[in-house]
Nanobody, 125 residues
């Protein structure tokens, strides 16, 4: 099993940037594909980005392509989501996710077995 703890959320003006971090503990982090999902108030949880084991493949929600970048540092057991050009519609609770699947696409489609507690991102207009 792996435990996930997110950080880096906060309040930012539209057009600004934030970097979310997700620290993993427990099992060997490099065995997991990881990703980020988000949930806005009153809406379902949606996929945002994923990165495969070893970082060989990434996958993004169309609306964040070119603005968000997912990366991982297996030496630090951490996955990051760098967010630029933030928009009010990016406001949500962002959740880190991890799964033993080798594929970023599979994590996007099927979800993950392990989740963090979430970190709030608020983008003001």
């Amino acid at each position: 099993q792996v435990q996930l703890v997110e950080s880096g959320g906060g309040l930012v003006q539209a057009g600004g940037s934030l970097r979310l971090s997700c620290a993993a503990s427990g099992d060997t982090f490099s065995r997991y594909s990881t990703g980020w999902f988000r949930q806005a108030p009153g809406k379902e949880r949606l996929f945002v980005a994923a990165i495969s084991r070893l970082g060989s493949n990434t996958n993004y929600l169309d609306s964040v392509k070119g603005r968000f970048t997912i990366s991982r540092d297996d030496a630090k057991n951490t996955v990051y989501l760098q967010m630029h050009s933030l928009k009010p519609e990016d406001t949500a609770v962002y959740y880190c996710a991890a799964d033993r699947t080798p594929s970023a696409v599979a994590l996007r489609v099927s979800g993950a077995d392990y989740w963090g507690q979430g970190t709030q991102v608020i983008v003001s207009s």
